[in-house]
């Protein structure tokens, strides 16, 4: 049910930023919005629509082994034994320059690729240039917001879990674009017009149905 509003949300913003924000603008700068107009409407409302309905749909609710355990440990503080559980509590350790050159490398060379390919998808697609800006920061925002969400989901399980190499992946090439929305997220929160505006255009159509 969630899935489903946030995604009904994301096509109401995404078709009122269209509608409102990327057609005036790319008629008065090129004079046309697009060659190709279905195509690139179709791809504009529909493809972070998607992308949110996939990020929110795959986060999981907690399993009942979480709910055995959390019980479990719940007992254990309510009644607590003579021996106690022992806990080991991982302290990272501190990177070198040399580590931290490469995490760095890795990280501009994902954070290339990721933007590059949501750059190429739009300008395929025949997104003018000041739609493809826009939609890359929405496209930031949303990933942002759905790995927000996934965490919050992930504070409700106590129980380990294995990552695979797709997760592994994943969050390789997500988290440079991540970090930007959330950079912009944090920045547009100082300016109090921008973010009645963004508030209006993300939050409104949510309300509605909520």
């Known amino acids: 049910r969630a899935a489903a509003y946030s995604t009904l949300s994301v096509l109401l913003t995404n078709a ?6 990327e057609i005036p603008l790319a008629k008065w700068i090129y004079g046309s919005f697009s060659k190709s107009p279905l195509l690139t409407i179709g791809v504009d409302i529909l493809g972070p629509t998607a992308l949110m309905f996939l990020m ?6 907690p399993s009942k082994r979480n709910l055995d355990i959390v019980v479990m440990e719940t007992m254990k503080i309510v009644y607590p034994k003579e021996r106690l559980d022992t806990y080991e509590i991982k302290v990272p350790r501190k990177k070198g320059v040399i580590t ?18 949501i750059y190429f998808i739009f300008r395929l697609a025949k997104f003018p240039i000041t739609s493809v800006i826009i939609n890359i920061l929405f ?3 949303i990933i942002s917001a759905g790995l927000a969400v ?3 989901g992930e504070e409700l399980t106590i129980e380990e879990k294995k990552g695979g190499i797709a ?10 674009v991540a970090g930007t929305g959330r950079w912009l997220s944090n920045k547009w929160k100082r300016y109090n017009a921008i973010a009645a505006f963004f508030n209006a255009l993300i939050d409104m159509p949510f309300t509605i149905f909520v």
């Open 139 to 141: 496209v930031a925002l």
């Open 16 to 21: 009122l930023s269209v509608a409102v924000v």
């Open 100 to 117: 931290k050159t490469i995490i760095g490398f890795i990280y501009l060379l994902a954070a290339t690729i990721s933007f590059g390919f």
């Open 56 to 61: 929110v749909s795959t986060i999981g609710l």
């Open 150 to 152: 996934k965490k919050r």
């Open 167 to 176: 997760g592994f992946i994943f969050d390789i090439f997500s988290l440079p």
